[in-house]
């Protein structure tokens, strides 16, 4: 017991290492883990007065118990004994699939990553790209929301630019949580999208075993009453009109939903741009049979420096407006005592209906759709007529005539429009773009040629 026992350095310096491991993974780690839950616990108990609906503990769970308690759920159990039954695989393996599945759809939220760094970086883009409009068209109807609804926002898809505004301009209501398509797994977005509590959705799958695992994940987070945003579209527009609905994420919203718990409200958004960054992208997709583009980083990234480096030089200009307006609310429970027959079509038309409603007029779309009508015509009259419409529109704060004004030189300057003579017509050039945004426009012959517009589409001494 007491003789001198000799040991390699080597193996001195492993007992060591390991001796420190031990250490550290036994006390030192579960403490500081400990530390930074208390102080993130004390810092979300703050951020919850502030907001009007605060962050649900489901939101806060820890990623790896939300994947445990979604594949062990029953909806989950079940699929799995069809899945290797009818693929003819052991439990084991259809299990593991499960577990793939709920680890790719599964989001790791953090409330740092939202409110400290994700809130700021929305605000800074959408006011540094766009001269950011916010209107309601019945603002008591959404304060008066029932404060335990699940509350479900539904918008129309025009641009990627989409999440970023609306996460900035809800960031006083609650933490939203998006389904995002397979453009947002590239690397390094991923992480970021997924640390905001965005949760990843196939698109096209065709595996039922899938359905049901981001069935029940969507189940989970209606029940817990946690703040969503879908868009029922199912990807972007590439002809810039409301596109038809897909039924899938709001049919899992519609089976979570229990007619004597926890009400649904369903709020219509509508947004709108003088110049949707991807509309090149957009409408060459639109001429071809397959609609899937990559986001690639590398080109992403070469058009933000672009952008720093016109600023730097002082060539910088924002790309005109970009309007978001909330529409009236629809309660599930409410909506369900009177369409029960055809629940989920009637609701998917409804929303779309209150989506269409809700589109605010920008003065670029607005520009397009009267040369597209009119074919050629004065400039100045186009700003009288833009600004009029924009007004029966509803735009709550009317936009000055030098930001009607910027946005037809913007047209003029990417070649869709040209001046000539103080008119404005069409200019052959980007005709597919005059065509994409003029069908952003909520305007059609009875509605955008009434009496007065009329009247202003001819001033006095024109």
Avoid at 223 to 246: M, N, W
Wanted: proline share 5%; net charge positive.
């Amino acid at each position: 017991m007491t003789q001198t026992v000799e040991l390699p350095l080597w193996l001195f310096l492993l007992i060591l290492v390991f001796a420190a491991v031990t250490l550290a993974s036994h006390f030192l780690f579960p403490s500081v883990r400990w530390f930074f839950r208390r102080r993130l616990e004390r810092a979300v108990k703050r951020l919850n007065t502030r907001l009007q609906r605060p962050i649900q503990p489901f939101k806060l769970a820890r990623r790896h118990d939300m994947i445990q308690r979604l594949i062990y759920d029953p909806q989950v159990g079940q699929a799995v004994q069809n899945y290797a039954r009818e693929e003819r695989v052991p439990e084991a393996v259809a299990f593991e699939t499960a577990r793939r599945y709920a680890r790719e759809i599964v989001p790791s939220f953090s409330a740092v990553a939202y409110f400290s760094v994700a809130i700021r970086l929305t605000r800074m883009l959408s006011n540094a790209f766009y001269n950011v409009r916010l209107s309601y068209m019945d603002e008591k109807a959404i304060a008066d929301i029932d404060p335990d609804a699940t509350v479900v926002f539904v918008m129309n898809h025009r641009s990627n630019m989409d999440y970023v505004l609306v996460t900035y301009l809800a960031a006083q209501q609650s933490a939203l949580s998006y389904a995002v398509g397979e453009w947002a797994r590239v690397w390094p977005l991923s992480r970021l999208i997924r640390a905001m509590g965005a949760y990843f959705i196939r698109r096209k799958s065709g595996s039922e075993l899938y359905r049901q695992v981001l069935a029940c994940y969507v189940r989970h987070a209606t029940e817990a009453g946690v703040t969503q945003a879908i868009f029922p579209e199912g990807g972007l527009s590439l002809t810039g009109a409301l596109g038809r609905p897909k039924l899938g994420l709001l049919k899992y919203i519609i089976d979570a939903s229990d007619p004597k718990g926890r009400d649904v409200v369903f709020v219509p958004v509508a947004l709108n741009y003088d110049r949707v960054l991807e509309d090149t992208i957009l409408t060459k997709a639109a001429l071809g049979n397959e609609r899937r583009f990559r986001a690639r980083i590398g080109v992403i990234t070469w058009w933000i420096l672009k952008q720093i480096g016109r600023r730097l030089v002082g060539r910088y200009q924002r790309f005109g407006v970009a309007s978001v307006r909330y529409g009236r609310p629809v309660s599930l429970r409410t909506f369900r005592a009177d369409h029960d027959a055809n629940l989920m079509t009637d609701l998917a038309r409804d929303l779309m209906t209150g989506i269409r409603a809700a589109i605010p007029l920008v003065p670029g779309p607005a520009a397009c759709w009267l040369v597209r009508e009119k074919g050629e015509i004065p400039e100045e009259d186009a700003v009288q007529l833009i600004d009029h419409l924009l007004r029966r529109n509803g735009t709550t704060a009317p936009l000055e005539h030098t930001a009607i004004e910027a946005s037809i030189q913007q047209l003029v300057d990417r070649r869709i429009l040209k001046r000539e003579n103080g008119k404005i017509s069409a200019s052959g050039q980007r005709v597919d773009l005059l065509d994409y945004y003029a069908a952003s426009a909520p305007l059609d012959a009875k509605t955008g040629f009434s009496a007065p517009a009329k009247e202003i589409s001819a001033p006095a001494g024109s």
